[in-house]
């Protein structure tokens, strides 16, 4: 794959973003501050992280199938991802930007030394299962830097004022790795190391919230007796999945000392959709943001929530990602000034992530008309249990959290 130009190229597919944003080119780049641009940040590196195949994400070959699959964390996925900001009607309200690895010394504001030096001694004796499903194979390490470096580009860009959204679209992903240890295809925190970034500087609070349909675990756990940070996660009720996750994800994981009653757990009913996300997003988040104070956002999105993907059992669609980016910018340009990082982490189905990822953005753009129409999605949906569990979640809020009551 040719690696994608940081210029885009003139989009001339849709007349709704010809008509109210002027596409642009190398000669004709969106400036700096413009609040309807996504800047995104990418590197090609990050493709050469090789997961390999076998049964959906063991990596083991049973020897009795014809057919193997890739791991679902693959290069493919992103491919899309990339393609679809670069080639879909929403191209011309993106400007991409290179990233560049991280440095070791830049990784230990979140990580131990430790556990950084296991991954170089992994990294350095070849292919290596730091956890189950996850794999550090050659060129892994390298795109973990990158992609651990690319997220960090990408709020300095915010941080210095040059743009309010930036979109770090890297792997592989990070919000399963704690300071101390890989998990769930994660090495490295890139959500993680980019709050810290911000919180030595002049940031005096952060909100993250994620709605990747797994709980954000090593997020939590690097902020979990901060003051500072509002960790805020939407995930299925998966609970704990063994030692590499011994979190379980439930609403009473409030966080400790300073940090008690700023880590809110959101564990939605396997199946809910965009109506109960809504809801969640209304009744739970909203409230507790407008309360918190931020002064900038950042935004973990996974695909994974959607209706089709295989490593999830949410039933999200294109119109509820679009509604959930829609709220995300109000809440911002409310409180932060318009301040957002996106960070990517899963999303599996190799085509509709890339068109939940647009619908996101979409949202996120407050685009009124979509862009592009849900090729698949046409699912049933009973909010009522999910409804049941954000009003059970709400009452608990209310008694155990401090900074709610």
């Not at 794999?135 to 860009?157: C, E, I, Q, R, V």
């Not at 994620?210 to 690097?222: K, P, R, S």
């Not at 669609?317 to 911002?332: F, L, P």
């Amino acid at each position: 794959m040719a690696e994608v130009p940081f210029e885009n190229e003139t989009q001339k597919s849709n007349t709704y973003a010809l008509t109210h944003q002027p596409p642009h080119s190398p000669s004709n780049p969106p400036s700096a501050g413009r609040q309807n641009v996504i800047n995104v940040f990418w590197h090609e590196g990050m493709l050469r992280h090789e997961t390999g195949g076998g049964v959906f994400d063991s990596g083991e070959d049973p020897g009795f199938l014809d057919v193997l699959e890739k791991h679902p964390e693959n290069a493919d996925r992103v491919r899309n991802m990339v393609s679809i900001l670069k080639r879909g009607p929403i191209s011309p309200f993106i400007s991409w930007h290179k990233g560049r690895p991280a440095l070791i010394s830049e990784l230990l504001s979140f990580h131990t030394q430790e556990y950084i030096n296991e991954l170089v001694e992994a990294d350095r004796n070849g292919d290596y299962i730091i956890c189950p499903g996850t794999f550090l194979n050659p060129g892994s390490w390298d795109a973990a830097l990158l992609a651990a470096g690319t997220t960090l580009s990408a709020m300095k860009h915010i941080l210095d004022g040059d743009g309010e959204i930036s979109y770090a679209l890297v792997r592989p992903p990070g919000h399963h790795a704690q300071p101390t240890q890989a998990d769930g295809y994660c090495f490295l925190n890139n959500a993680g190391l980019a709050i810290q970034l911000a919180l030595s500087s002049d940031i005096k609070k952060v909100v993250v919230l994620d709605i990747d349909v797994h709980y954000g675990n090593g997020t939590a756990e690097g902020f979990y007796c901060s003051d500072r940070v509002l960790a805020i996660s939407l995930h299925m009720n998966h609970g704990s999945w063994g030692p590499s996750h011994p979190q379980k994800g439930t609403v009473d994981e409030l966080g400790e000392r300073e940090g008690f009653g700023y880590n809110l757990n959101i564990p939605l009913p396997n199946g809910t959709g965009d109506k109960g996300y809504e809801y969640a997003m209304n009744e739970l988040v909203i409230s507790a943001i407008r309360k918190f104070e931020p002064e900038i956002m950042v935004l973990v999105i996974g695909q994974d929530s959607s209706a089709f993907d295989p490593n999830g059992r949410q039933c999200l669609t294109m119109e509820g990602y679009r509604k959930i980016g829609s709220i995300v910018r109000g809440m911002a340009n409310k409180y932060c000034n318009g301040r957002v990082l996106i960070v990517q982490e899963g999303g599996y189905h190799v085509t509709y992530s890339a068109y939940c990822l647009h619908a996101t953005l979409e949202g996120v753009l407050h685009i009124p008309t979509p862009l592009l129409s849900d090729p698949i999605a046409h699912y049933p949906e009973d909010e009522s249990f999910a409804v049941h569990a954000v009003e059970s979640m709400k009452k608990y809020h209310q008694e155990f959290v401090p900074f709610l009551k």
